[in-house]
T-cell receptor
Framework: GDSVTQMEGPVTLSEEAFLTINCTYT??????LFWYVQYPGEGLQLLLK?????DKGSNKGFEATYRKETTSFHLEKGSVQVSDSAVYFC???????????FGTGTKLQVIP | KAGVTQTPRYLIKTRGQQVTLSCSPI?????VSWYQQTPGQGLQFLFE???????NKGNFPGRFSGRQFSNSRSEMNVSTLELGDSALYLC??????????????FGPGTRLTVT
């Protein structure tokens, strides 16, 4: 079945550091890929998405590129802020199936 | 557009009781999914409803049930509560017709504590 594997957290970075959170997936066909973010005490918010190979999703300085050859969708940001502290979830949805498979989440803590 | 709303936001129940949680999706969204989130198990899919029909179901016991109304609002019910049911219950809605991808929009969740 479909699955998503994320790097274990927590990830602790200093403000303005470069962020990478690794995500790889297993799915049949060509899924859509997503990154969601969950701030403390809140539900999940869609951060960015990519629907086909080589697409780059971007939002709020975060980027992720759909790499079919490596089945990856790594999240990056050039300069993190304290306000980016949250839990980040990688997810996929197989084409034609109205179901989302989530990774286990990676907690990011940014310190001043 | 108003986002996904969930009521109540917080709930405290005793073992053995039953509970009903409510979710109102974004206007125009006909698919509603429910998730249980705990520190130990992470985000686990409960079930998904579309046009008042359960379309997908996760691996949870029959004590967990749900339904969807004609206005797309959804409720989930947990009977005979156990301590392990303490969790954040998240509802998500999706636009299906005409959507290029199946992204979900989440509500703030209902924090259930079972004592």
């Amino acid at each position: 079945g479909d699955s998503v594997t994320q790097m274990e957290g927590p990830v602790t970075l200093s403000e303005e550091a470069f962020l990478t959170i690794n995500c790889t997936y297993t799915a049949t066909g060509y899924p859509s890929l997503f990154w969601y973010v969950q701030y403390p005490g809140e539900g999940l918010q869609l951060l960015l998405k990519a629907t086909k190979a080589d697409d780059k999703g971007s939002n709020k300085g975060f980027e992720a590129t759909y790499r079919k050859e490596t089945t990856s969708f790594h999240l990056e940001k050039g300069s993190v802020q304290v306000s980016d502290s949250a839990v980040y979830f990688c997810a996929l949805s197989a084409k034609g199936y109205q179901k989302v498979t989530f990774g286990t989440g990676t907690k990011l803590q940014v310190i001043p | 557009k108003a986002g996904v709303t969930q009521t109540p936001r917080y709930l405290i129940k005793t073992r053995g009781q039953q509970v009903t949680l409510s979710c109102s999706p974004i206007s125009g969204h006909r698919s509603v999914s429910w998730y249980q989130q705990t520190p130990g198990q992470g985000l686990q899919f409960l079930f998904e409803y579309f046009s008042e029909t359960q379309r997908n179901k996760g691996n949870f016991p029959g004590r967990f049930s749900g339904r969807q109304f004609s206005n797309s609002r959804s409720e989930m019910n947990v009977s005979t509560l156990e301590l392990g049911d303490s969790a954040l219950y998240l509802c998500a809605s999706s636009l299906t017709e005409g959507a290029s991808s199946y992204e979900q929009y989440f509500g703030p969740g209902t924090r259930l504590t079972v004592t």
